[in-house]
């Protein structure tokens, strides 16, 4: 049948299974557009490019295919660049189509005109130009499939405005399946003996992808032959925090018995991450312990330091091909698991963080009772967010979104994406102040979309996190990292939706249940006291050793 390149973008995109586009509209692919007017694909008309790129983000990272953003040409494609280095640094799969000029203006310095080459070459997979109507429809069936295999990752598409309108008779392609990974023999016969051999093993666990079914074989297994499961950073979500091998993450906001145990670990055995920056203390940690990596990451991009064998294979496949946990338990006791199990709990046991307005540790133990054990929960960047780490709880995979490449602004947009995705469960964005306003305009997406988010937002007035690299580099020299903040509750409540201002600890739990029973989007604006950095950080160490000495 005759169509479109744009209509036949649409069809594609429906038998590839995508659910959801989030875009801000351009001139230069209204033919898309038109092609979506009657499609079964929901169109998330966003306020901004980058909170249509976060979006879509959060769509790859919690969906089963990747998350689809459309934007427009130069400016429109400029302002989604952040997200396509967030879904690029977090190995997340999502595909950006981007509205071009027309063939003919290429190379004049016409209105808008880019190169997408130039611009988006060292942070995707892949980029593509659909210069030919009769290859729209496999160029996009392509782009996702390369999206989603190997490492996933970002893929731009671009969307010349003269091509889409030309007519073609090409079909839209068939859904090919993705390609299997099973573990070789071999490969696994090198794990179940140094597995055997090892005392101090621990299982790192990372990546998107991970579903129900494996999170549980592995925590079970891993149990049963006395390996304590740590986890990638912002990628904890992969394992039940209620699971007996569960030791705590890597990264930011970690314990230091997480790190100690890392540098003590004898084997370590990496599923579906690598040991990269941020996991490695920035490459300073355990890089000639004994190492498996279990990845389709053929290139292994961004790993750092010894590998023993390279699984190339999905957690999944992994999982599934495991032997039976006493034949590879050795002589090893379970003191080493009870150990780190045990330094876990205690690190994530809350109490009163002190200060004057909220206190935080308080606070969040309140939101861990509250929410229901299947929430899902978004993150920006920031110290704000290290107490969400530390006393909120995971139970099942593809519950946590947070930009592990520390891009801000992801926070409220996740959440509006998430609820969207996911309506009549908890949705809680976790962020800052400075985090919260970079894409607060988002909210208004959820009316449109029937999404009812719960943002927390952690007002104490600067940039923590660059307050606490500034305090040790240059204390006593405040630079650049204050701010002045609105009234964040009457801004929400503007919109229709609900909003409270919360100055003490015991408003919080009665604000919360008011929140969450509202059925709206709702904001719980936090005053905090900026003395008072996260859990985790040197100053927030200094601070409760000197309470311990009063007291």
């Not at 209204?30 to 909170?51: A, F, K, N, Q, Y």
């Not at 100053?539 to 050793?545: F, G, L, R, Y």
Request: aromatic fraction near 6%; charged fraction near 15%; glycine fraction near 10%.
């Amino acid at each position: 049948m005759t169509t479109s390149a744009g209509h036949l973008i649409v069809k594609t995109l429906e038998a590839q299974g995508v659910r959801r586009i989030y875009a801000v509209p351009g001139e230069s692919y209204l033919d898309v557009l038109d092609g979506l007017h009657d499609s079964t694909i929901e169109t998330v008309v966003t306020r901004h490019e980058g909170g249509a790129g976060f979006m879509a983000l959060a769509e790859g990272r919690l969906g089963s295919v990747p998350g689809i953003a459309m934007v427009t040409r130069g400016p429109g494609a400029a302002n989604a660049f952040i997200a396509i280095h967030t879904a690029w640094q977090d190995a997340t799969a999502m595909v950006l189509f981007v509205g071009l000029i027309p063939q003919a203006d290429r190379g004049r310095a016409s209105f808008q005109e880019f190169s997408l080459d130039g611009w988006f070459a060292t942070t995707t997979k892949g980029i593509f130009v659909i210069d030919d109507e009769h290859q729209a429809g496999d160029v996009v069936a392509r782009a996702l499939r390369l999206a989603a295999t190997g490492r996933p990752g970002p893929v731009v598409v671009g969307l010349p405005e003269d091509v889409l309108i030309r007519l073609t008779d090409a079909p839209v392609p068939a859904v090919l399946p993705l390609p299997e990974s099973a573990p070789s023999a071999t490969a696994l016969a090198k794990f179940s003996t140094m597995l055997t051999e090892a005392q101090r093993p621990v299982i790192v666990v990372g990546g998107d992808g991970w579903d129900t079914a494996t999170s549980t074989a592995l925590a079970d297994f891993a149990a049963a032959a006395h390996v304590p499961l740590m986890a990638d950073w912002r990628a904890y979500d992969a394992i039940d925090h209620d699971a007996q091998a569960y030791a705590g993450w890597l990264g930011y906001g970690r314990s230091e018995n997480a790190v100690t145990a890392l540098g003590n670990a004898d084997l370590l055995v990496f599923v579906g991450c690598a040991r990269t920056d941020v996991l490695s203390e920035g490459y300073q940690v355990a890089l000639e312990t004994p190492s498996i990596i279990v990845t389709t990451d053929a290139e292994l991009i961004g790993h750092a330091g010894r590998i023993d064998a390279h699984l190339s294979t999905s957690p999944a496949d992994f999982v599934a091909a495991l032997p039976e946990a006493t034949t590879v338990r050795g002589s090893r006791g379970p003191q080493w698991l009870k150990q780190l199990r045990g330094e876990q709990l205690a690190f994530t046991r809350s109490g009163a963080d002190g200060g004057q307005g909220v206190d935080l540790g308080l606070a969040f133990e309140a939101l861990e009772k509250a929410l229901d054990s299947d929430r899902i929960l978004t993150y920006g960047a920031g110290n704000a967010t290290l107490w969400g780490h530390r006393y909120l709880s995971h139970h099942q995979p593809k519950t946590l979104v947070g930009p592990r490449n520390g891009a801000m602004g992801l926070s409220v947009p996740a959440a509006v994406a998430a609820s969207i995705m996911h309506p009549g469960r908890h949705v809680v964005a976790i962020c800052g102040d400075g985090d919260f306003f970079m894409n607060a305009q988002e909210l208004a997406v959820s009316f449109a979309h029937g999404g009812t988010p719960l943002i927390v937002v952690v007002d104490n007035g600067i940039f923590g996190t660059i307050v606490d690299h500034q305090q040790r580099k240059y204390p006593q020299r405040p630079s650049g990292t204050s701010m002045e903040n609105p009234n964040f509750a009457q801004w929400i409540q503007s919109f229709g939706g609900h909003g409270e201002l919360v100055t003490s600890t015991e408003e919080f739990a009665p604000a919360l249940q008011r929140a969450l029973s509202s059925g709206l989007p709702a904001v719980l604006h936090l005053k905090t006291d900026p003395t008072t950095m996260g859990p985790g950080t040197v100053a927030h160490q200094a601070t409760n050793n000197a309470q311990e000495s009063i007291a």
